[in-house]
């Protein structure tokens, strides 16, 4: 029996979130219902904007996401995992403030890069504005070429598909912030990018693999899997 409890520390967007959960779902070697994880999310959509806050624009998000993974470390949880790449950007802060291990989404999908496309050496990735300053990629994934979007693409197809009027954070997961991320990820391949990173929870929700000739990473389908691995280690 899958014994471990597995936390989520959510709402950085909602539906990512409930997505992400999905992920472990799908992730899990199961033939009946209690065969999966106990999972145990706190989707707090009243963190502050990660973006935001790392442009200094915006409120720290960190004494809030702390509380929340205080909350999972109440009802104790083995295992835990941020559903927002531009958060990971503070995951050691709140690590220190909490006894159980956070998954570090890029470290996991450094270790799957190496592992699946030992020949690919450039990536492109497709991000949050402030993911792409944070410098995590390239930090995670220094022994690559990391390609980003030129500063318009950025601009107006990749955050406009995320945050705009009709983007993914408004509920919107059809045609138009799908139109806007396939043109910004062909823009990456003509830059010679082997493969291409959903660097931002919800560009996954619309972009999916079969829309790209090379193939499409999902940090959050990579981490998702590393969870439950994580967890069957560690009822071993």
């Not at 779902?25 to 935001?52: F, G, L, W």
């Not at 996401?65 to 104790?76: C, G, T, Y």
């Not at 010679?192 to 990473?217: D, F, N, R």
């Amino acid at each position: 029996m899958n014994d471990k409890i597995i936390g989520i520390l959510g709402g950085m967007g909602p539906e990512a979130t409930a997505e992400y959960y999905m992920k472990i779902i799908r992730a899990t070697q199961a033939e009946k219902d209690q065969d999966h994880y106990r999972v145990i999310i706190d989707s707090n959509a009243k963190i502050p904007d990660r973006t935001a806050a790392i442009s200094g624009r915006g409120e720290n998000p960190v004494p809030q996401m702390i509380d929340a993974a205080k909350n999972l470390e109440k009802v104790d949880v083995d295992v835990a995992c941020i559903p927002c790449m531009t958060a990971h950007y503070f995951i050691d802060e709140v690590q220190k403030a909490v006894s159980f291990p956070l998954m570090n989404a890029f470290e996991e999908l450094k270790k799957y890069i190496e592992s699946h496309y030992p020949e690919v050496r450039k990536v492109g990735v497709l991000a949050t504005t402030g993911t792409l300053q944070t410098g995590l990629f390239k930090k995670h994934l220094g022994h690559l070429d990391v390609i980003e979007p030129q500063p318009v693409t950025q601009n107006e197809k990749v955050m406009e598909a995320i945050y705009g009027s009709n983007g993914i954070k408004s509920g919107n997961t059809d045609a138009e912030p799908l139109t806007l991320l396939k043109s910004a990820a062909e823009e990456l391949l003509d830059q010679g990018a082997e493969v291409i990173v959903s660097g931002c929870t919800e560009i996954g929700l619309v972009l999916k693999p079969y829309h790209l000739p090379v193939p499409l990473l999902d940090p959050m389908e990579v981490v998702a899997h590393a969870v439950v691995k994580e967890s069957v280690y560690q009822k071993s």
